[in-house]
């Protein structure tokens, strides 16, 4: 099983970007699909999640401005930012859940700077 995920990048406060993760390979139905994020000297922390049913989860410091959407025939979750701050700079990881196990992305670099 492979994430892929892509769309990071550097832009400035109060911009936009969209992420997306792309999972191959095979696998059980995927229950479950997120993004977590780490920022440097920080603990890996969830961002947002959504269950098959596109049930949502946020944490309380992206809630209103992030969105999580997935495509379940195409195995991908999205993750669309905006009104991005500095403190949103962080590798991007996206994660999804199977019956199984559990399987992580590579990471994606976000960096919010002037």
């Known amino acids: 099983v492979q994430l892929q995920a892509c769309g990071g990048g550097l832009v400035q406060p109060g911009g936009s970007l969209r992420l997306s993760c792309a999972v191959s390979?095979?696998?059980?139905?995927?229950?479950?699909m997120g993004w977590y994020r780490q920022a440097p000297g920080k603990q890996r922390e969830l961002v947002a999640s959504?269950?098959?049913?596109?049930?949502?989860n946020y944490a309380d410091s992206v809630k209103g401005r992030f969105t999580i959407s997935r495509d379940n025939a195409k195995n991908t979750v999205y993750l669309q930012m905006s009104s991005l701050k500095p403190e949103d700079t962080a590798v991007y990881y996206c994660?999804?859940?199977?019956?199984?196990?559990?399987?992580w992305g590579q990471g994606t670099q976000v960096t919010v700077s002037s």
């Open positions: 959504i269950t098959r049913r596109s049930s949502t």
């Open positions: 390979g095979s696998f059980l139905s995927i229950d479950e």
């Open positions: 994660n999804i859940k199977t019956v199984m196990r559990t399987y």
